[in-house]
């Protein structure tokens, strides 16, 4: 069997919707399982709403567009069926109930943005069985068990094995509709495994099964050298070493998400990664192998935070102010992207989430001076030549720079 997964760009109208559809009925002789995203933009206007609800602002606006939006696809479907459009209604209806409430923001966050998936999947879901196709929606909260870290779930890999296996029985007859990026907690509070987090999701679902490939479906040709948005010159991987696709994805390569890699090299599961509006592209294959001279990967990673903690007492940082710093980054549960230091002070740099970050630095500054830069973009140059170390290095704006034998980075003013 096989594990598909589809972003968001796919199904981000009723057109990505039918091509979804057309893509599966190519490989109808497949046993599939089918992981989705939510549709388009909905995680960003879903946050939005978490926001507002927090705040203690109203968000029918924004709630009455996120409505309108999965009608709107549910009318170029000619979904008129009102059991399922109700199912729709039902679903807002939730997140409207959820974004209410008060208490912890990471918590009231998993439970309001996982309802993007639920909604792209019972959609999804219900277009493939009004033209014939054979499928079965799984709520992924049933499946995938995680600890209390809301937002990055920990997965409990036994349970989450242990409850896969029926799947195995509906995949003989049916393909299997189910959501990425969500998980539950014993008590049955629904998580998130991260932004970004369906890759993973189908990793997941692909080593308790023991799949056959994961096949994630973008907009773009493959993995490519870096956004071809921002760089129109970047050129697609053709082939990939697990080891280089994971440090990739370490240093902020946002076309898979970070955690996926792992659950798959350890099983051997091939990874695809393919073009969704032209299937017959190779795409880029990660896998278990070597590649020799591969071009300069360049990720460039924004909303980045620069956090200096300057010793007080003229003494220099020693290995106690370091565990610190440490102890504080780990109660917050951040995550630094580089660190550096000299002797009186110990810099790192970290993705800026406001909520978090202004706690961070209120309680490094019991111990410290602390000083923070925001609107900071670190870019990273893995397997740098000459002219790409040069270039970047000479980047106007740099405020942090470091370099090893392979990987050069520079955290820049944006």
């Known amino acids: 069997m096989k594990i598909f997964k589809f972003g968001g760009a796919s199904l981000k109208n009723a057109q990505g919707i039918e091509n979804v559809a057309s893509l599966l009925k190519n490989h109808s002789q497949d046993k599939l399982l089918v992981v989705v995203s939510a549709m388009g933009k909905t995680t960003n206007a879903l946050e939005k709403i978490v926001d507002l609800g927090l705040e203690k602002k109203d968000f029918k606006s924004e709630l009455e567009d996120i409505k309108s939006y999965h009608h709107q696809a549910l009318q170029n479907l000619e979904l008129v069926d009102p059991s399922v459009q109700k199912l729709i209604d039902d679903v807002i209806e939730k997140i409207t109930s959820e974004a209410s409430k008060t208490g912890d923001f990471d918590q009231v966050y998993d439970q309001v943005v996982s309802q993007g998936e639920i909604l792209s999947s019972l959609i999804l879901c219900a277009y493939l069985q009004s033209i014939a196709i054979p499928v079965a929606w799984v709520d992924a909260r049933t499946i995938v068990a995680t600890d209390e870290s809301y937002r990055e779930g920990k997965v409990d890999w036994g349970k989450t094995r242990q409850a896969a296996q029926p799947l195995k029985s509906i995949l003989e007859k049916k393909i299997?509709?189910?959501?990425?990026?969500?998980?539950?907690?014993?008590?049955?509070?629904?998580?998130?495994?991260?932004?970004?987090?369906?890759?993973?999701?189908?990793?997941?679902?692909?080593?308790?099964?023991?799949?056959?490939?994961?096949?994630?479906?973008?907009?773009?040709?493959?993995?490519?050298?870096?956004?071809?948005?921002?760089?129109?010159?970047?050129?697609?991987?053709?082939?990939?070493?697990?080891?280089?696709?994971?440090?990739?994805?370490?240093?902020?390569?946002?076309?898979?998400?970070?955690?996926?890699?792992?659950?798959?090299?350890?099983?051997?599961?091939?990874?695809?990664?393919?073009?969704?509006?032209?299937?017959?592209?190779?795409?880029?294959?990660?896998?278990?192998?070597?590649?020799?001279?591969?071009?300069?990967?360049?990720?460039?990673?924004?909303?980045?935070?620069?956090?200096?903690?300057?010793?007080?007492?003229?003494?220099?940082?020693?290995?106690?102010?370091i565990e610190l710093i440490f102890q504080a980054l780990m109660n917050h549960d951040i995550h630094i992207n580089v660190m550096q230091n000299s002797a009186i002070s110990f810099s790192i740099c970290v993705d800026f989430r406001d909520h978090k970050i202004l706690k961070l630095i209120q309680e490094l500054s019991k111990h410290f001076e602390v000083y923070y830069n925001t609107g900071l973009t670190l870019i990273t140059i893995k397997n740098y030549d000459a002219a790409s170390f040069r270039e970047y290095r000479n980047k106007a704006g740099v405020i942090l720079e470091q370099s090893s034998r392979s990987t050069l980075q520079v955290l820049v003013k944006s």
């Not at 999701?201 to 308790?208: H, K, M, Q, V, W």
């Open 176 to 321: 299997i509709i189910t959501q990425g990026f969500i998980g539950a907690t014993s008590s049955g509070r629904t998580t998130t495994l991260g932004r970004e987090g369906s890759d993973y999701s189908a990793a997941i679902f692909a080593s308790c099964l023991g799949a056959q490939s994961v096949t994630i479906w973008k907009d773009v040709p493959g993995v490519m050298s870096a956004d071809p948005k921002r760089l129109p010159n970047a050129v697609v991987f053709e082939e990939l070493p697990y080891q280089e696709a994971a440090e990739m994805t370490y240093y902020g390569a946002s076309v898979i998400h970070p955690k996926t890699i792992k659950p798959l090299a350890n099983s051997k599961i091939p990874l695809l990664v393919k073009n969704f509006d032209d299937p017959s592209l190779p795409g880029t294959h990660i896998h278990e192998c070597k590649v020799d001279r591969l071009p300069p990967l360049i990720v460039f990673k924004d909303n980045q935070c620069l956090i200096s903690c300057k010793v007080t007492d003229y003494t220099f940082v020693n290995e106690r102010q």
